[in-house]
């Protein structure tokens, strides 16, 4: 059963728009979330994190958002631009399992011109 | 060139062969990590390895050796492929640690018939 959850598989926004990424999580031992950005044929890299103390975390146009009664997290970019076409993968790690992440099954977000 | 690279970045292969897949990093970042991609899933830790001659499994190690003589190469082997095994493979390293960024490679798209 998936402990880290997208359950958009993909996303459609306006240059310009705000594009808003969703991801829910199961357990509550999570205490780090990532999120991390995918090109095709790249490997994924590292955009935004945000510790279990936050429930916000701002660089530049892309905030994090954490609601942890909810155990949700939420992804915002504003403005949304062309290049921001990627897959976007969630990704939260325990606080005792040294580096290993779980990672959602992404979101292909789309940025139309 | 600095960074992490992977080899092969395409290989097909038969069910029954042994194939090794080459993930090498020039960062001597003390960890590394095997994942594989597959739609829906994301992306699944196959094993890790803190530092060299230490190796430990992910969420999905059944069927794959991992090996780590040297602090810079972490190659993964499949010892008798199997159609399941039909993913993109993703090798990653982190200079520590807990939260440390993981910086991925390119991706080895491997397809066993």
């Known amino acids: 059963d998936q402990q880290v959850k997208q359950n958009s598989p993909s996303l459609s926004v306006q240059e310009g728009r705000i594009s808003i990424l969703n991801c829910d999580y199961t357990?509550?031992?999570?205490?780090?979330f990532l999120w991390y950005k995918k090109y095709p044929a790249e490997g994924p890299t590292f955009l935004i994190s945000?510790?279990?103390?936050?429930d916000k975390n701002e660089d530049g146009r892309f905030t994090v958002f954490l609601n942890k009664s909810a155990k949700h997290l939420s992804l915002h970019i504003v403005p949304s631009q062309p290049g921001d076409s990627a897959v976007y993968f969630c990704?939260?790690?325990?606080?005792?399992?040294?580096?290993?992440?779980?990672f959602g099954g992404g979101t292909r977000l789309m940025v139309k011109p | 060139d600095a960074g992490i690279t992977q080899s092969p970045r395409y290989k097909i292969t038969e069910t029954g062969r042994q194939v090794t897949l080459m993930c090498h990093q020039t960062?001597?970042?003390?960890?590394m990590f095997w994942y594989r991609q597959d739609l829906g899933h994301g992306l699944r830790l196959i094993y890790y390895?803190?530092?060299?001659?230490?190796?430990d499994k992910g969420e999905v190690p059944d069927g794959y050796v991992v090996s780590r003589s040297k602090t810079e190469n972490f190659p993964l082997t499949l010892e008798s492929a199997t159609r399941s095994q039909t993913s993109v493979y993703f090798c990653?390293?982190?200079?520590?640690?807990?939260?440390?960024?993981?910086?991925f490679g390119p991706g080895t798209r491997l397809t066993v018939l």
């Open positions: 990704a939260a790690l325990y606080n005792n399992a040294g580096n290993m992440l779980t």
């Open positions: 960062w001597s970042h003390s960890y």
């Open positions: 357990n509550s031992m999570f205490d780090y």
């Open positions: 945000i510790s279990s103390i936050k």
């Open positions: 990653a390293s982190a200079r520590r640690g807990r939260g440390d960024t993981q910086y």
């Open positions: 390895s803190a530092a060299a001659d230490i190796t």
